[in-house]
């Protein structure tokens, strides 16, 4: 994107890709940053988001930080993206 002047973003969830991406002031968007998203426009409910959460975690894939149960889930959902 750097090399080729390209104004956008960059999807991924590979750490060194979005380090890479960061240091070179590419924005990156983060498979919860996706998933927030899909659930404020209802393309999925939060339900079906804490379902989500709990298969990519019993994966070692993650959540968003500070998300620990689903009250801080709907927490998370409620405030714009950081």
């Known amino acids: ?3 080729r002047s390209v104004d956008g973003f960059f ?3 590979d750490r060194e890709a979005k ?3 960061r240091k070179n002031s ?3 968007v983060s498979t919860w940053d996706l998933l927030r998203v899909a659930a404020k426009h209802g393309f999925v409910d939060r339900d079906t988001l804490w379902g989500y959460l709990q298969t990519l975690r019993t994966s070692r894939r993650g959540g968003p930080r500070g998300v620990t149960d689903r009250t ?3 927490k998370w959902m409620d405030h714009p993206a950081s």
């Open 1 to 3: 994107m750097t090399r």
């Open 11 to 13: 999807v991924t969830d």
């Open 19 to 21: 380090r890479l991406a």
């Open 26 to 28: 590419v924005l990156v």
């Open 72 to 74: 801080s889930l709907d």
